[in-house]
């Protein structure tokens, strides 16, 4: 049974999924103490059962096991599973919570998760799985945490037997429910919601044909960990399909009975992922459609992956809705549908169905929604801020992820970071976790002794064993007299192959690791953090990436690509016997912070910093803050926005903790992450103010794009949709003798030049269109689009609009639209696909969608000054899009608002939120960890050329007083160039030295079997 401590205040989370994981981690990570909970008998929630998220080629077990790991040790976080929050009192700061925790009738400390009672009692262990349970393991994802099974003691017949089977002692027949009081400062809601079960509806034959199933089930049986380990069969024959048929928008944006009108958000991006997937592994063996009504690729670079599973993979795109699903006696299925621009249906046969299907709130989230006393909206999600997303109807509560409304992960994971920096407010300073805490073993001394070797493959989703035999490969490295241990492991990142990594580590007194998996980019920290857990120095490790150097590239040369593989092990066999344990460099860290833009996003992750404490500096290139806020007067949800933009301004003039610039520019840089220094010119000819500043913001914004299309800048009444905003705030006597107006959506945006979606466009059309209606309700306004992208619950504001009569005609680029000038009047033409015709439309207003564009000028100098990436479309780039999405590559810097990418007003300040917390993290510790691979001069081998000196992107190196160059370890970023241009080789790169180099040429060439 877990025991829940009692007597110490604490941030409560509830929800065990990736958002909940998140909000928790990012509470400790800032050394405040968090309680996370979740009714489940393990966390992790809905997204351990996905393999791949989109748009990157990671797996989810990738992206949420290191969260469930970093839980399952957090000294500042503590974990309880099987249990609800029944009642909430009290107010925010200091709330009272009843926990009910169900009996589990196993010690988690003590289960191995060996499956010998679910073999004897198969009945009598929970399970929730989708599919098949039984295989391939015996737990319901193998990365579950805690790691050990629950036990349901009514089906079991003889208590005694059941003790009797577990060797480890782990049955409690008398474990009983337990009711504990604890005290809390605030909530965090991150409790999701359920797929929608297809199966009520009577036309598709979800639940009633073996081969038609909810996209979930498809990622289940496509998962190395499904019930067919990652092989694509058909339920009904064990066979191969050839045709694979998606349907999108099933239950949702519709009016019948089962159907709810808003959209999910996700189902767009997930069908394209799977059937990415299924032509990444059996390309044209697979046909591979998807039908839909608009595609919603409104994310970051989300446009992109739509043209690529076009253009690249030959996906076809059929936009309709289709009508019915027959199933045929050979159990294929027949889909019967109407084209747009056809009036006959069509029918198509196809081997599998699988149905997109949305959210649901549960019956138990509404219940909870009532237990805590927050508002819910009229579907049921919380209502939250329409500003401020994250913020319930009660002070204290905070909500993130899918429960707030539907979203896909990075939106789940930069909310989940706004909701715990929020919540963590809640907490005095005094509650806060000061003391020093270390979160692994003493480090295990090896030196002086002889290399023994441990090797592991570990197999993500089974993407190595499908293109290299490595049994072959695992013997060819136990040939190496110092490999100890060799084994393979089918799921890289799951709690379970850690834990027998380790223990193997232990068991066999390894003294370095080589690991062969996929990119270091994301599992080396892993890897190293695996083996600090067992004692031995991070250093000790070199990764083989036989998965995207070998297996992804060479599976159509088997034979080859196993060559290869033997040599790339050796080479890392070879070069880990050359590995010797480094110590980290430490660096005290500034507590100021700096934040670069001083527009709503800018202003309200400073605001959030000078809250709890923190020196801010922001910085503003224009004369007053405010940003492109101060073009807006109302959100589509009808805040007013100057209103609000006004009371961010005061709020930070007024704050002692804030010192802002205007007119002011980021001139110089330099320092390391936690310390800092930056020069700030204010004005053509003052000169540099210096700053020190453990952190950087970046909240720059982006530029409202102004293309030259459709007449703009051209034509009297061509516009923008900022324009048509600024008439109806100030002008309505204009609108009022308006009789026609004409949207144009997509001007400018998902082309060739600015390929991606600008995300906020169809809301301000249908914003504006409402606005103009209240305005002029006789007025007619015809809006020309290629996708309507109104995700979310922005979907009823689309639905309101058509309802009000707002006509929507459906282009596409080989039917663009034409504006043109005749006898004064404005005249657009576009082709109407359901009347099969073009028309033309009198327009005395036509507004142009037009979106935003990064900030070229300003992203490059900033990008140049502090050593940062950028997009193909110049926005930052953030360090992992599911992973870190407001964090950099660059550690201690942060990204917010439309910097990032397009977004409305509501997202930017989420993520305003997101890096306040995430800066948070790194201000709490007083100490920042800088890494081992620093470059090294030795004194009687430098000539004093200076070749290092000039050759360093990041001017470094310099001449001291001894007349030999020298490296500051704390300003080092461990790039290498300095070792690599040095003549007399004086300089080497700690972890990158030569005799470890030159082993691993070794190895290439090394003899093997």
């Not at 509806?201 to 639940?207: A, K, S, T, V």
């Not at 997937?277 to 739509?306: C, H, N």
């Not at 695992?474 to 490999?483: F, G, I, R, S, W």
């Amino acid at each position: 049974m877990q025991k829940i401590k009692q007597d110490e205040k604490r941030v409560l989370v509830i929800g065990g999924g990736v958002g909940g994981i998140k909000a928790a981690l990012d509470l400790s990570e800032s050394r405040k103490k968090v309680l996370l909970i979740d009714s489940d008998y393990a966390i992790g929630g809905l997204m351990t059962q996905l393999d791949r998220t989109f748009p990157t080629n990671n797996c989810d077990l990738c992206t949420v096991s290191p969260h469930l790991s970093a839980a399952s040790r957090e000294k500042f976080l503590e974990v309880s599973t099987m249990t609800e929050l029944t009642s909430l009192s009290g107010e925010a700061g200091n709330f009272t919570a009843t926990l009910k925790t169900a009996p589990r009738f196993i010690d988690i400390d003590k289960c191995t998760a060996c499956g010998e009672c679910l073999k004897k009692f198969p009945e009598a262990v929970r399970f929730n799985p989708g599919l098949d349970p039984r295989a391939p393991t015996c737990m319901r994802y193998p990365q579950a945490t805690p790691y050990a099974y629950s036990i349901d003691m009514e089906k079991v017949d003889d208590v005694e037997a059941l003790k009797a089977v577990c060797k480890a002692g782990a049955i409690i027949p008398d474990d009983t429910e337990q009711e504990t009081q604890i005290n809390v400062a605030s909530v965090v809601l991150s409790v999701g919601a359920e797929m929608f079960d297809p199966s009520v509806l009577d036309n598709y034959g979800g639940g009633k044909f073996d081969n038609v199933l909810p996209g979930l089930e498809y990622e289940r049986i496509m998962s190395a960990s499904g019930p067919f380990q990652g092989n694509l069969v058909r339920k009904s024959d064990q066979q191969r399909p050839k045709k694979v048929a998606w349907i999108q928008c099933v239950g949702s944006r519709g009016i019948n009975v089962d159907d709810v009108p808003y959209c999910s958000s996700v189902c767009c991006m997930y069908a394209l992922k799977e059937a990415i997937v299924t032509k990444e592994r059996f390309g044209d063996d697979i046909e591979t459609t998807i039908f839909y009504m608009d595609m919603r690729t409104s994310g970051k670079d989300y446009e992109q992956y739509f043209n690529r599973a076009k253009e690249d993979f030959g996906i076809r795109l059929i936009r309709c809705k289709p009508h019915t699903v027959i199933e045929l006696p050979d159990k294929s299925l027949e889909i019967t549908y109407a084209r747009e621009e056809l009036s006959a249906m069509e029918k198509e046969e196809f081997d599998m169905v699988v149905l997109s299907t949305g959210f649901r709130p549960s019956q138990k989230t509404i219940d909870l929604a009532g237990a805590i006393g927050i508002d819910l909206n009229e579907h049921n999600f919380a209502k939250s801020g329409t500003i401020d997303p994250v913020t319930t109807s009660k002070d204290g509560v905070y909500v993130c992820g899918v429960f707030e409304s539907p979203k896909d992960i990075p939106e789940t994971m930069v909310q989940a970071s706004a909701a715990a920096s929020l919540a963590g407010m809640t907490l005095d300073s005094e509650e806060w976790v000061n003391e020093p805490v270390s979160l692994y073993p003493p480090q295990r001394d090896v030196d002086g002794e002889a290399p023994k070797i441990g090797f592991f493959v570990v197999d993500c989703d089974g993407e190595i064993d499908q293109a290299l035999d490595i049994d072959k490969i695992l013997e060819n490295a136990k040939t190496n007299p110092d490999v100890a241990v060799a084994e393979a492991f089918k799921l890289s990142c799951s709690f379970e192959a850690m834990e027998k990594i380790e223990g193997l580590i232990k068991e066999h007194n390894l003294n370095r690791v080589v690991i062969g998996s996929g990119s270091p980019r994301i599992q080396e920290s892993m890897f190293q953090d695996m083996l600090r857990r067992a004692g031995l120095n991070p250093y000790l490790l070199e990764l083989v990436n036989l998965r995207d150097q070998n297996a992804w590239v060479h599976n159509d040369a088997p034979a080859k690509s196993l060559e290869k593989a033997f040599r790339l092990v050796q080479m890392g066999i070879s070069g880990v016997r050359k590995a010797k344990p480094l110590t980290e460099n430490m660096l005290p860290t500034s507590q100021n912070a700096l934040v670069v833009g001083g527009g709503v996003t800018g202003m309200t992750s400073a605001l959030e910093l000078a809250d709890q404490g923190t020196l801010t500096y922001l910085v503003e290139k224009a004369p007053v803050l405010g940003g492109q806020a101060l073009n807006l007067s109302q959100t589509i949800e009808g805040d007013d926005v100057a209103a609000f933009v006004k009371g961010l301004v005061d709020k930070v003039s007024a704050h002692e903790n804030i010192k802002v610039f205007t007119d002011a520019v980021v001139a110089e840089h330099t320092g390391v992450p936690g310390k800092f220094t930056t020069g700030i010119k204010t004005g053509a000819d003052s000169a540099c103010e210096q700053i020190d500043h453990g952190v950087t913001i970046l909240a720059t914004g982006a530029k409202p794009n102004r293309p030259a299309v459709y007449g703009l800048g051209e034509l009297d009444n061509v516009m923008t949709q900022l324009d048509l905003d600024a008439v109806l705030e100030n002008d309505e006597s204009k609108i009022k003798a308006m009789e026609q107006v004409v949207m144009i959506q997509c001007a400018g945006s998902r082309e060739a030049d600015n390929p991606n979606c600008s995300r906020i466009c169809c809301q301000a059309a249908v914003k504006n269109a409402l606005r103009l209606l209240e305005v002029n309700p006789d007025i007619e306004v015809f809006v020309l689009y290629r996708d309507m992208r109104t995700y979310g619950f922005w979907e009823d504001y689309y639905k309101t609009a058509r309802d009000k009569g707002v006509k929507f005609i459906r282009f596409d680029l080989e039917h663009r639209p034409v504006v043109r000038e005749e006898a004064g009047k404005t005249i657009v033409r576009a082709h109407d696909f359901i009347l099969g015709q073009d028309i033309e439309i009198e327009a005395d207003c036509v507004a142009l969608s037009t979106g935003f564009v990064a900030d070229a000028d300003t992203n490059n100098e900033l990008c140049s000054l502090f050593h940062l990436p950028k997009t193909e479309d110049g926005f930052f780039l953030e360090d992992h899009v599911k992973l870190k999405p407001v964090d950099m590559a660059l550690h201690g810097f942060f990204l917010a608002g439309t910097a990032h990418s397009p977004k409305v007003i509501r997202e930017s300040i989420t993520q305003a939120h997101a890096v306040a917390g995430r800066a948070r993290t790194m201000l709490a510790n007083k100490e920042i960890t800088l890494g081992a691979a620093y470059a090294t001069v030795d004194p009687v081998m430098c000539a004093v050329c200076l070749i290092c000196v000039r050759a360093c992107p990041y001017d470094v190196p310099f001449i001291n007083n001894e007349r030999h160059s020298e490296i500051d370890p704390a300003k080092c970023r461990g790039c290498g160039i300095c070792a690599a241009e040095c003549p007399a080789k004086a300089i080497q790169l700690r972890a990158w030295e030569d005799d470890q180099i030159i082993a691993k040429i070794d190895g290439l060439f090394e003899r093997y079997n």
